[in-house]
Structure formats: C-alpha cells, structure tokens
T-cell receptor, first 110, second 116 residues
Framework: RKEVEQDPGPFNVPEGATVAFNCTYS??????FFWYRQDCRKEPKLLMS???SGNEDGRFTAQLNRASQYISLLIRDSKLSDSATYLC???????????FGKGTTLSVSS | DARVTQTPRDKVTEMGQEVTMRCQPI?????VFWYRQTMMQGLELLAY????????DSGMPKDRFSAEMPDATLATLKIQPSEPRDSAVYFC??????????????FGSGTRLTVV
C-alpha cells in the first residue's frame, strides 16, 4: 500500500466550479501535511500547509482528519490558472523527508 | 525570492556514461533532499542530508548512484553507469532542518535526464 494515496483524476471542470480533492495517508505518526501544486514540466511548489483545525487561503480550503488519516483540498470559483497537478504531501518530524502522493490532475476550461 | 539552483537543466546521455547533477541549496538551509519523478512512480525520495551528513539514502540504488555534499553550498548526485531506466526528472529541495511549524521545502527546477 502506498503511503499517500490520491485519485489521479483528471478532473475536468468549467471555470467557476467548485472542486474537491481527497487524499489518505497510511502512517499515523505523520506530523505535518501539505498540498503542493505542480505545473507541467515545472517543479512542485508549496500551495498550503494543512492544519487539524482546517485552514483557508483565499479560494482554497484544506482540511485534515487525523482519526481517519484523510486530507482534503477544496477549490472554489475555479480559474483557468488553477489547471495543474495537486500533490498531497505528508511528513514526520520537522526536517525529515516529504512523502508525496502521485498527484491529482485538474483541468479548468472556459 | 531565494532559490534552489540545479544544473544542468537537461541532460541527454548514452547508456553507460557517467552523469553528475548539481544543486545549490538556499543559503542557510541545512537540509537537502534529492527526489526523482517519473510518470509511473511519481516523486520518490532518493537521499537526504542534514548539515552535509547523509541521513537517509535508502531510496537510492547503491550500485550506481551516489550523493554527496562537498560543502554547504553544493550537493551532487552521480549515476555511474547510467541506464535507460534512470531517465526521469531529478529534483533537489532544501529546507531548514529544525524548529516547529509546518514549513514545506523549496524545490529546484529539476534536471531532466534522458539516457538513450
């Protein structure tokens, strides 16, 4: 079983739509959680950290359920520029390696 | 913005040749990671260093891969001899190794390796 599992998609949505991505992780000792975004032929870039209380950054909302070992990302009012691959990421202690899911591809069309 | 710098950007080489990839981490970051990305496997950790000392290289094929940090401003990943299955994008990332908080790491733009 993979440590971090995501639905690969692709998710094809029109502009303005709301889309949600889910992710599960297997290591209950994981301490930090993130969503990264990766554009085609580019490096992964940190989108947002994910906190147990849930957190929001503009149109993006991330949630964590430690009991279920489940992470989600909600994108409201999708823009064309949101088209990318979204990577679910977990980590143990600070300074240890990030463990990546294989990513979920989002395509937003006009 | 501070950056992680990787060279070369692209590399095409013949099977059996030696390949060296270089990474300059962000100044002040003491933890450096090497990842490999393929369509099939996604992003996989190869090795990482803290304060130039290797902490984990269990993801790296030991017979042909080696990773070093000759100094705090340079990390290298070497493949010798290279094989077609090594074709992938190799990313370097760096971050502060201590402290609390939910900081992520910064990735370089990668080296796209093609072994023919």
């Amino acid at each position: 079983r993979k440590e971090v599992e995501q639905d690969p998609g692709p998710f094809n949505v029109p502009e303005g739509a709301t889309v949600a991505f889910n992710c599960t992780y297997s290591n209950s000792a994981s301490q930090s959680f993130f969503w990264y975004r990766q554009d085609c032929r580019k490096e992964p870039k940190l989108l947002m950290s994910v906190y147990s209380s849930g957190n929001e950054d503009g149109r993006f909302t991330a949630q964590l359920n430690r009991a279920s070992q489940y992470i989600s990302l909600l994108i409201r009012d999708s823009k064309l520029s949101d088209s990318a691959t979204y990577l679910c990421v977990v980590r143990g202690q600070a300074g240890t390696a990030l463990i990546f899911g294989k990513g979920t591809t989002l395509s937003v069309s006009s | 913005d501070a950056r992680v710098t990787q060279t070369p950007r692209d590399k095409v080489t013949e099977m059996g040749q030696e390949v060296t990839m270089r990474c300059q981490p962000i100044l002040g970051h003491n933890t450096v990671f090497w990842y490999r990305q393929t369509m099939m496997q996604g992003l996989e950790l190869l090795a990482y260093f803290r304060n130039r000392a290797p902490l984990d290289d269990s993801g790296m094929p030991k017979d042909r891969f080696s990773a070093e940090m000759p100094d705090a401003t340079l990390a290298t990943l070497k493949i010798q001899p290279s094989e077609p299955r090594d074709s992938a994008v190799y990313f370097c990332a760096s971050g502060p190794g201590q402290g609390g908080g939910h900081y992520g790491y910064t990735f370089g733009s990668g080296t796209r390796l093609t072994v023919v």
